[in-house]
C-alpha cells in the first residue's frame, strides 16, 4: 500500500509536468535547449524513485507466477 501511495504522488505530479512541457515543446513555447532543465525538473520529482519501486514491484510479480 505504500509503494501505491509512494507512485500515485509521483505519477500525478510527473504526468501534469510532463503533459504541459509537451504542449510547450510542440507548440513552441518550450525552447529544446533548455532540456537538461526539463530532464533535472523530473528527477526532483522522484521519477528515478518511482522506476525503482515498479521495477521492484514487477519482479516481485514475475516471482508469483
Known amino acids: 500500500m505504500e509503494e501505491t501511495d ?7 505530479d510527473v504526468q501534469t509536468y ?4 509537451t504542449a510547450g515543446y510542440i507548440t513552441g513555447k ?3 535547449s533548455k532540456w537538461e532543465d526539463y ?4 528527477d526532483k520529482m522522484g ?3 518511482y522506476l ?3 521495477q521492484q514491484a514487477y519482479e516481485r510479480m ?4
Open 6 to 12: 509512494k507512485i500515485s504522488t509521483i505519477t500525478t
Open 39 to 42: 530532464k533535472k525538473s523530473l
Open 47 to 49: 521519477v528515478q524513485t
Open 18 to 21: 510532463v503533459d504541459e512541457m
Open 30 to 32: 518550450q525552447n529544446f
Open 52 to 54: 525503482e519501486v515498479s
Open 62 to 65: 514475475k516471482k508469483e507466477k
